[in-house]
């Protein structure tokens, strides 16, 4: 969390990223990582940007992080923060999204 000394070794990296997701589960949307974004500044970050993403008519391809795409998801369908672990995500999955309606939820046909 923030102010907490470098991190060392996986084993730590990992619990203190269990912690920060657990956090924004409890609603604690501003606590990240040292160096990281907190789940509100992604937020943020990707309502600058869904206007445009929500205005194409053709279709467009994001790529981004898994937690990334949670977070893009929660403000597309207009659920809390607090349950981005609601959607299923896997690596190189596909979601589909049409008229800022989320169609297609972590699709794994191409591989």
């Avoid at 597309?76 to 959607?87: K, M, N, R, Y």
Wanted: hydrophobic share 35%.
């Amino acid at each position: 969390m923030e102010g907490t000394p470098e991190l060392e070794g996986d084993g730590q990296k990992r619990a203190v990223y269990r912690e920060l997701i657990q956090r924004w589960r409890d609603g604690d949307y501003a606590a990240s990582v040292p160096q990281g974004e907190s789940a509100a500044e992604v937020a943020a970050r990707l309502q600058q940007i869904l206007p445009q993403l929500l205005s194409h008519k053709e279709d467009i391809m994001v790529c981004t992080h898994g937690r990334t795409m949670r977070i893009l998801l929660c403000l597309l369908t207009h659920i809390p923060l607090s349950q981005q672990d609601s959607f299923e995500h896997s690596n190189t999955s596909v979601y589909g999204v049409q008229d800022g309606v989320v169609t297609i939820f972590n699709n794994m046909d191409h591989l």
